[in-house]
């Protein structure tokens, strides 16, 4: 055993939230698993920690929370992402049958339809911004039809999932609770939901047939109808913004994409590798751990940072922090790993996949018309404002 790695690194000021590569990279190099003084936690930072912790998840939890403060923690208890087995198979189980790669594949010529119809207009107008007109418009509309949302709730659903990611944050930090009151009203509107309310034949629908047909717990609907929302659009929202961004900085990957559409799976992983949409999660110690030389005591909180993971040049070589699109980044962890590895990554593969060979047929290149503005989040990494002109 080595002695305890301490590093006086705030993971959540605004400088460190607009580019915490540095200060990922300096963890990194202080150990493979520190402890953080400002957050009095754990955090593992390298990739092979941190796909071992995630995998382990018998001895590092997510039943008491994923976030790094009470108040949300208390809040997932019993949810998809704060749950073991076997309620958290249960629960998955549900979600599956609609997510599995064959719940999804009569669904491409419906998502690429849809995209379609979003992004030719945007790419006529010769000018529009990526984040605001096409990434906080074509995820939520894909998952609202498909789950069934009224069309009155539908604005919020991004407004509530922000605010969620923002309350994983510390609870000394005033970002972590701005969106707490919209929280409230997410899980207020979750509380009232009627099946009658969600479109006939939907996901969301069926889970509500499924309770009222003694399938299905009717306690545990909400819980399933907020996994359905949220499944995968942070992620797809978030990383179609980076994509668009890292294309307009590298046009060299953007050509190479258009002649080889082969390539788009292998430019999506890269995406989420560099720019990580998710940027960590908690576990807690279910007992005390040896791990990395390191002893980590039964109840202790480990932030697990994927961010880090997926640059780490221990796993990815010299080139970790380069966009290469060429690149195998298929082992990264930016949807997790082992048994919360999430459930909706294949639904967010089918629209990012559609975006990019919708694009590659009508952008030649991407010109960034203005310096593009970070939205800063607890959890979330990703673009407020990117305005490009295409031709």
């Known amino acids: 055993m080595t002695a305890t790695t301490t590093v006086d690194v705030d993971l959540f000021t605004d400088d460190v939230l607009d580019d915490p590569y540095p200060a990922y990279r300096a963890l990194r190099d202080a150990g493979p698993i520190v402890w953080i003084e400002p957050q009095q936690c754990w955090a593992v930072t390298r990739y092979d920690e941190v796909r071992a912790t995630l995998e382990d998840w018998e001895s590092f939890t997510s039943d008491q929370g994923t976030g790094l403060n009470d108040a949300v923690n208390s809040a997932l208890t019993g949810t998809l992402l704060a749950s073991s087995p076997p309620l958290h198979d249960k629960l998955r189980g549900v979600l599956a049958e609609r997510l599995s790669p064959r719940g999804l594949r009569s669904l491409g010529d419906q998502i690429t339809r849809r995209t379609r119809e979003i992004v030719e207009p945007l790419v006529e107008r010769g000018s529009f911004d990526v984040v605001g007109d096409l990434a906080r418009v074509l995820p939520p509309t894909i998952v609202a039809d498909l789950v069934g949302i009224p069309d009155d709730v539908r604005p919020q659903l991004v407004p509530w999932a922000d605010a969620i990611f923002n309350m994983m944050g510390p609870a000394d930090k005033s970002r972590t609770f701005s969106g707490a009151a919209l929280v409230e009203e997410q899980f207020a509107w979750l509380a009232n939901v009627d099946g009658s309310m969600l479109t006939e034949g ?101 932030m697990v940072i994927y961010g880090s993971a997926n640059r780490d040049e221990r796993h990815w070589g010299p080139s970790a922090a380069d966009f290469e699109i060429t690149r195998d980044a298929s082992d990264h962890l930016a949807f997790g790993y082992g048994l919360h590895g999430c459930v909706g990554q294949g639904l967010a593969r089918l629209e990012a996949h559609a975006v990019f060979d919708t694009l590659a047929d009508l952008v030649t290149d991407f010109h960034i018309e203005t310096p593009p503005t970070r939205h800063l989040n607890s959890a979330v990494r990703g673009l407020d404002q990117l305005t490009v002109s295409v031709r």
């Open 202 to 302: 939907s996901w969301g629908r069926a889970i509500y047939d499924a309770a009222a047909e003694g399938r299905l717990d009717p306690e545990q609907a909400p819980t399933l109808l907020s996994a359905y929302t949220s499944a995968a659009m942070d992620t797809t929202i978030n990383a179609l913004g980076s994509a668009v961004w890292l294309f307009a900085e590298a046009p060299a990957q953007w050509r190479r994409l258009r002649t080889d559409r082969s390539l788009i799976p292998d430019a999506f992983n890269e995406v989420l590798r560099i720019e990580s949409p998710l940027q960590f999660f908690t576990r807690v110690a279910t007992r005390d751990v040896d791990a990395a030389d390191t002893r980590i005591r039964a109840g202790e909180r480990i």
